[in-house]
């Protein structure tokens, strides 16, 4: 009986962990943008020292990291038996530059690949990283190890040890040599051409129909952000109470990633024991166990590895274009192409509902609204949902983009435009006037590329992922990578303590059931007792 109730804390104190972390995993993403802003010599590998090396790695949303240990001795450096060879190694000096440029890929605001490895050094030559370098077994500079972040904290590396998820990488003497380990490692084909993404490459996410693959990651960050505007607003009252149900259950059916389908499932089931309507008085008052300080704040509507804090495919080239309201529209056309028929009016409804009640821009929400509220007709297909919403993106982009234009507020890259360009779909133009450009579709093969590009591309990388196995790191890379995998993932003890706790639930529901029994008999009949 006491170890079954030993397994029971441990499992809920293991779930309160997971439920409660993760709040803060976009922190290091951000504090890499705030770091490289103000860092002169434009180095992109973090910094780690003995003071704030578990937190680091504990905070990134990451699922690899790299890191380096070198030394760089200074004349002020007390010399000791961890930093004295240090001294006498010109190789750190010369390897910076290679690390930095492989690190320029993964780490900051410009990152042509962020998310997906965080680049770190620690100073073994400072006094105060001895002893953090002697957990490493650090006998030459530089010395690097590769392994998920996790596995840094409060840990270490023995070249004894026969099984370590950290482990050495034992050439990476130039940026290429490195960059080639880190693709073999992954089974990727990052380039340091890469690198001219932001800039020169951009357009290529709206007309490459490959581009859209990416959008999952978008998707996933757009509906965290949404949620999160709608606690830190307190926007949940008695009359946007229903709608935001609604949308709820629209997510947990169609939503394009597992674990937002399984966040919004969580949120949905637990809905009115987080946020009762019994709080919320008659006159709109907002209650606070429905906002972010309330008990609701504490759920991840798409797990704990979201928000990453970078945009994907909706990165515009400037910091205020783009992002948000672009992965929210992503996310709008692939429910879209999701439904049913019999679905296609309650989508239609729960969409305008949502946007209505809670989407922060007040013009933007009155202008949607007044593009549903011009519908009269229930829709009966899903084809006529997917028109209608690919229709009024059409009308907000001509709107916005002619104002966009007189106050040059507009993202230079990614001027607005009729979508989907002739480049991404040829067939869906059937003629253009010459007078005024107004374009004839042929909406048949709208619906159709609609269909495959917010349907089957949208979840291409996912399926990819999916399909891979073999090693751990690529498991890690399909469960933490793409947005469309579960959030949680079981160790094999975590999933043995729970096999067994089950088994001591049945067998103590087995016993209390035969005791039960015995009563029965005892007594003739229950209705006696």
């Not at 293991?14 to 439920?19: A, T």
């Not at 320029?104 to 105060?128: E, K, Q, Y």
């Not at 674990?259 to 024991?273: M, T, W």
């Amino acid at each position: 009986m006491n170890y079954c109730v030993i397994l029971v804390v441990i499992l809920v104190v293991s779930f309160s962990i997971s439920v409660t972390s993760g709040s803060h995993e976009r922190v290091i993403l951000r504090a890499i943008i705030k770091e490289e802003k103000s860092n002169k010599n434009g180095d992109f590998a973090i910094d780690l020292n003995a003071t704030n090396f578990d937190s680091v790695f504990n905070d990134t949303p990451t699922p690899f990291a790299i890191l380096e240990f070198f030394a760089h001795c200074k004349p002020y450096v007390i010399l000791t038996r961890s930093n004295f060879m240090s001294c006498r190694c010109p190789a750190c000096r010369n390897y910076k530059p290679h690390y930095e440029k492989v690190a320029r890929l993964f780490n900051g605001p410009d990152a042509s690949h962020p998310g997906i490895i965080l680049m770190t050094r620690v100073d073994c030559a400072l006094t105060i990283n001895s002893n953090l370098c002697d957990k490493f077994s650090v006998t030459r500079f530089p010395m690097l190890f590769w392994g998920p972040p996790k596995k840094f904290i409060g840990g270490g590396w023995d070249p004894k040890q026969e099984k370590s998820e950290i482990i050495p990488i034992e050439n990476g003497q130039t940026a290429d040599i490195l960059l080639g380990w880190i693709n073999k490692q992954l089974g990727r084909s990052y380039g340091f051409d890469d690198g001219k993404h932001e800039k020169e490459h951009l357009q290529a996410n709206t007309s490459d129909s490959g581009q859209i693959a990416k959008a999952i990651y978008d998707i996933e960050e757009a509906t965290f952000t949404a949620f999160g505007i709608i606690l830190d607003h307190k926007m949940i009252t008695p009359a946007t109470r229903a709608s935001l149900i609604k949308f709820l259950q629209l997510l947990v059916a169609h939503h394009p990633s597992k674990r937002c389908r399984k966040g919004s499932a969580e949120i949905l089931v637990n809905f009115d024991d987080l946020c009762p309507s019994q709080t919320m008085s008659v006159n709109n008052e907002k209650a606070e166990s429905c906002s972010k300080k309330g008990a609701l704040g504490n759920y991840h509507i798409c797990g704990k590895e979201v928000p990453r804090g970078y945009w994907m495919y909706c990165r515009g080239s400037k910091n205020d274009t783009r992002g948000f309201s672009c992965g929210l529209w992503v996310l709008l056309h692939s429910l879209s192409v999701r439904v049913e028929d019999g679905e296609s009016n309650m989508a239609f409804r729960s969409t305008c509902d949502f946007i209505h009640n809670f989407f922060i821009c007040e013009e933007c929400r009155q202008h949607f609204y007044g593009m549903c509220s011009s519908i009269s007709s229930p829709f009966k297909k899903a084809r006529d949902f997917a028109l209608w919403l690919w229709s009024a993106h059409n009308k907000v982009n001509e709107r916005l983009a002619k104002e966009e234009a007189s106050l040059e507020t507009g993202d230079p890259e990614f001027p607005k435009a009729i979508w989907p360009p002739k480049k991404l779909c040829s067939s869906c133009y059937l003629k253009t006037s010459k007078e005024n450009g107004k374009i004839e579709w042929d909406e048949n093969e709208v619906f159709k590329f609609l269909v495959t590009y917010y349907g089957k591309g949208l979840v291409t990388l996912q399926k990819e992922m999916e399909q891979q196995s073999g090693s751990q790191t690529e498991k890690i890379v399909a469960e933490e990578v793409v947005g469309s995998t579960h959030a949680v993932v079981v160790p094999v003890g975590a999933a043995l303590a729970i096999a067994v706790a089950s088994c001591a639930f049945g067998a103590l529901a087995y016993i209390w059931r035969s005791r039960q029994k015995n009563r029965k008999y005892k007594y003739n009949s229950l209705k006696n007792i």
